[in-house]
């Protein structure tokens, strides 16, 4: 069942846990002692792979070690368990980040993991026989995404605004959430009017047949690095060598999959699935095609957070002044950030 928590109030709590953390001191890691943690705790996704989970597998990270506490759904969850030390570490879309750092939480992007290509990227698909083919023909309809406040609204959004919908007709059109694996079903069974699909549940669905596109985030606006991980502050000031050689491993393993024959990577996804023993089916990881990430070893872009903040202030989202993109970010825990770096 989708969720009916508002991103708001999940966002308000996710704040609310951080502060009284802060004020329990409750962290985990391993600095206070006086030495680094090497063990970070983690959300995965069921039937995929992460980059963290390849760059441990190709021993990219080196002593550091990934400890899965589970699975999620969505970005905001995920960035917001880091935020109150249920995890070490979260990756989002890049306005989820946005609009947690601006209500205090102190986190900071530290390397990009995902994005969209020519290869890999986020479709709107409709049934073959949908009367939907433009921005207006969605007031009033059912739009299905992972989850709601993150890349597919703010994109979704975009694209309505441009095709000169007013605030009120956006307002028209409704937002389900729904786990990514049901989301093509949902569509077929007429539960939705629209499935946002992306990477390999896209491919699967596309080469079931029966769907088609009606836009992509490609088509709107080309090729982009989308989303990041995120590290508490504490954690950083903390354990800097820790976050360095998790930054630099992942980056690492974008670019090994990015020169590797296409089947080389999949085989090596397949093999993980495998080896990690969760019960799950491994036949998504078939349709692999990229990261979508845009820059080399995921080295983040002012462009890359600059494009959502001021969607969300055009929104409305953020309150007070808009915050500078290179003040939610870092790259210098990147090795591919320096000149000849990552070698």
């Known amino acids: 069942m989708p969720s009916t928590r508002s991103p708001r ?4 709590a996710a704040v609310a846990l951080l502060a009284l953390a802060a004020a329990t001191g409750c962290g985990t890691d391993a600095g206070a002692a006086g030495t680094q943690t090497t063990k970070l705790r983690y959300q995965g996704s069921v039937g995929q792979v992460t980059l963290p989970e390849l760059a441990a597998d190709l021993g990219y990270l080196g002593d550091v070690k990934l400890d899965w506490i589970g699975n999620v759904t969505g970005g905001p969850a995920d960035i917001q368990a880091t935020a109150t030390g249920q995890s070490d570490f979260g990756g989002a879309f890049n306005g989820a980040i946005v609009k947690l750092q601006t209500a205090n939480a102190p986190i900071t992007a530290v390397v990009s993991y995902y994005g969209s290509d020519a290869q890999t990227f986020q479709g709107y698909y409709v049934r073959d026989d949908s009367p939907i083919r433009g921005p ?3 007031i009033g309809r059912r739009v299905g995404m992972n989850t709601l406040g993150a890349h597919a609204e703010a994109v979704l959004r975009t694209w309505l605004a441009k095709g000169g919908l007013t605030a009120d007709e956006i307002g028209r059109v409704e937002l389900v959430a729904l786990p990514p694996v049901n989301t093509e079903q949902s569509l077929r069974a007429k539960q939705i009017d629209v499935a946002v699909l992306g990477g390999v549940i896209r491919d699967k669905a596309v080469a079931a047949g029966g769907i088609r596109t009606v836009f992509t985030d490609y088509e709107l606006l080309g090729a982009f690095s989308a989303g990041s991980y995120v590290f508490r502050d504490d954690f950083i000031a903390r354990n800097p060598d820790t ?10 393993a974008i670019e090994w999959a990015r020169t ?3 089947e080389t990577v999949v085989a090596r996804l397949k093999e993980i699935i495998g080896k990690r023993g969760r019960n799950e089916d491994a036949t998504l ?4 095609k990229s990261s979508g990430v845009a820059e080399t070893g995921g080295v983040i872009t002012d462009r890359e957070f600059a494009t959502w903040i001021d969607w969300l202030a055009d929104a409305g989202e953020l309150k007070g002044p808009r915050p500078k993109p290179a003040d939610l970010y870092t790259n210098r825990f990147n090795a591919f950030a320096n000149p000849g770096g990552g070698a």
Do not use: E, I, S
Not at 243 to 252: D, H, I, L, P, S
Not at 285 to 288: A, F, K, Q, S
């Open 243 to 252: 976050v360095r050689a998790f930054v630099t491993g992942v980056g690492k």
């Open 260 to 262: 590797q024959p296409r």
């Open 9 to 12: 109030r999940a966002l308000a």
């Open 136 to 138: 207006r023909d969605l």
């Open 285 to 288: 990881v078939d349709y692999w």
